[in-house]
């Protein structure tokens, strides 16, 4: 099969650029989101488990923390959901690790952290969001944001090299964990974004996008739009998305764009965001290329645009949505970047209940110095419009940690909060580290990751601690017996790993929720992971993610590094992110494949 080689932008070959294009069919485990080649599920709130707030230390070196350790989240969008609801939880410094098996979802992690905290001042509120919906949802950006992502990427490539400059300007990001060539390709990746290689043909993605389609569809391709009311109307509705629009579900099949925020002709650059590497077979040999490999069968619209806080966008009208996924996406975004503006920008001084709730027109007192992350949105705006456990339960594409809300005298500022990466192949060698021995009060798999799940992994959970499966819930090319015997399997898995069912509350048919069993009595629990009743749950519904497959994948072209590990998943591996989860009452990318048979990746969660 011919190949496109990324340096020159042309085919190694007679055929065109899209035959490069074959990946990972949805039901391998493609997938939609935005790193390369992943499918998303709803957004959920990574809730650990409830602290007393009676147990809590006043100092700043006493202050409770909450260690998750998330596998193949993606796209960061559990992260920002769970630090946007932190106001409704006793004060916890957050420590995220992640593990992705590939460096794009890395960087578009990062990518994406580094706009939910850009400054208010230089990026408005409204303008913050499209930006986000549109790099993380659409194949095709507007020549604005395509320059932003020009301009983010050109900034972090010069970041990542250079340890203390990172630290002083992102002071939320560690690389620590990565290794140095690690480093050198996702330097590399942030190249590549930038423009390093000009012109749309260094990444042609409407033909690549074309081409993954009819590889997809094949004999059906003439007949597309007939397979995507099918797809729709027979499956993602039964499945409870039923606000997705026929109008916009076709559109993205047809051409990627999800949010068309704008004139359909004002998109027309490539999201090189959604690139990634492979390793394919070329004439007997194994050739790297950069492609599309995500999803291109579910959609981004389950993880923010099928449940909303504010019930009137679910409203009905002659039993039809009067609200578009796309509507409500936008909705939920822009509150979930209104309450993320706390951690990015100093409003006010810390302890000062005023201040907290007047936003920047309160100053520090004297001698006291301004944290990094000082303001936070009063505690009764917060809350306003939150449904209880019992009202509802949201089957949400992202996930937020939810905990416990205890009442407090004052709205003090957030704890600053860490993302830490880990190296890519490390999930079979984390317990061998002493540092990482019951670290963790949340673990986080994604379906493409289950097959990683191991007594060892458990290991790294501390008693009493929380585990959330994401299921395949929403992945269209799977039948309903094929989501039981997921389901089924992750559960075995689960127990073989040291974790016994949660019972109690509403089930699930996105997340499976697990604790950790055995000597997780109460007399023996972690501080950190006490029982308590734990705050409504928030989450948002899951995604594909856009990670590339991470089997054949390659690591970036322009690195040389060898590919990832191949993720050996069942076609019905792809879901998406943790939920948050109740302590029971006794003690919230890609995948890897070869040539031959593609599973289907796209981002997020781009294999997501």
């Not at 065109?16 to 074959?22: F, L, M, S």
């Not at 208010?120 to 320059?147: H, I, Y």
């Not at 003439?222 to 099918?230: F, I, L």
């Not at 970047?337 to 409003?347: D, K, N």
Request: proline share 9%; aromatic share 8%; with cysteine.
């Amino acid at each position: 099969m011919p190949l496109w080689t990324p340096s020159s932008g042309t085919l190694r070959g007679t055929a065109p650029v899209e035959t490069e294009a074959r990946g990972p069919s949805p039901a391998e485990g493609g997938c939609r989101g935005r790193s390369p080649g992943r499918k998303l599920q709803p957004a959920i709130i990574l809730s650990g488990p409830p602290v007393d707030p009676d147990s809590q230390a006043e100092t700043e070196h006493e202050t409770p923390e909450l260690n998750v350790l998330l596998l193949g989240s993606v796209d960061g969008r559990h992260l920002l959901r769970t630090l946007a609801r932190a106001a409704l939880w006793p004060r916890r410094r957050f420590h995220f690790y992640v593990l992705e098996n590939n460096l794009e979802a890395v960087a578009r992690h990062i990518l994406i952290f580094s706009l939910a905290l850009e400054d208010p001042e230089k990026m408005g509120l409204q303008e913050r969001s499209e930006t986000f919906l549109e790099v993380w949802g659409n194949a095709l950006l507007r020549p604005p944001v395509a320059a932003f992502v020009r301009a983010q990427a050109g900034r972090l490539a010069h970041l990542v090299p250079e340890p203390d400059r990172l630290a002083e300007q992102l002071p939320w990001l560690s690389l620590g964990a990565l290794k140095f060539r690690e480093r050198d390709a996702l330097e590399a990746v942030f190249r590549f974004w930038a423009g390093g290689e000009k012109g749309p043909e260094a990444f042609p993605m409407s033909r690549l996008w074309d081409s993954r389609l009819r590889q997809y569809l094949g004999s059906r391709y003439d007949a597309r739009h007939g397979v995507s009311d099918w797809d729709l109307h027979m499956k993602l509705h039964d499945r409870g998305a039923r606000v997705i629009h026929t109008r916009e579900f076709r559109r993205w099949r047809d051409t990627g764009v999800a949010f068309e925020l704008r004139d359909s002709s004002a998109y027309h650059v490539p999201n090189r965001t959604l690139a990634s590497g492979r390793l394919l077979s070329h004439r007997g040999e194994r050739v790297a290329a950069r492609g599309y490999w995500g999803d291109i069968a579910t959609g981004p619209f389950v993880a923010f645009g099928i449940e909303a806080d504010d019930e009137t966008l679910l409203r009905t009208s002659n039993g039809q949505p009067v609200k578009t996924a796309c509507e409500i996406t936008e909705h939920n975004v822009a509150e979930l970047f209104r309450e993320m503006a706390a951690w990015g920008h100093p409003r006010a001084a810390e302890g000062d209940p005023e201040q907290v709730q007047g936003g920047a027109e309160g100053s520090s007192e004297p001698g006291q110095s301004s944290q990094k992350f000082p303001g936070i949105y009063p505690r009764e705006r917060m809350t306003k419009g939150l449904k209880t456990d019992e009202e509802s339960h949201l089957q949400a594409s992202s996930v937020c940690l939810t905990l416990p809300v205890f009442p407090s005298p004052a709205a003090p500022a957030p704890e600053p909060f860490t993302v830490h990466f880990l190296s890519l192949d490390s999930a079979h060698t984390l317990h061998h580290k002493s540092c990482y021995m019951g670290q963790f009060q949340l673990l986080y798999v994604a379906c493409g990751m289950v097959h990683l799940l191991s007594a060892e992994l458990g290991a790294c959970v501390a008693p009493g601690g929380r585990l959330i499966v994401e299921l395949a819930q929403f992945l269209v090319d799977l039948r309903q017996e094929q989501l039981q015997a997921f389901s089924s399997r992750v559960g075995e898995l689960a127990q073989a790993a040291g974790f016994a069912p949660q019972l109690g509350g509403k089930p699930s048919d996105t997340f499976a929720r697990f604790y950790k069993a055995g000597d997780s009595a109460p007399g023996h629990e972690d501080p950190a992971v006490e029982s308590g009743t734990p705050p409504p749950e928030v989450l948002a519904p899951p995604l594909e993610a856009t990670d590339p497959p991470s089997e054949d994948r390659t690591q970036p072209l322009e690195s040389g590094n060898p590919p990832s590990e191949p993720l050996k998943l069942t076609s019905e591996s792809q879901a998406s992110l943790l939920e948050a989860s109740v302590p029971p009452t006794g003690s919230q990318a890609p995948k890897s494949e070869n040539q031959t048979v593609p599973p289907e990746t796209k981002y997020p969660i781009p294999d997501i």
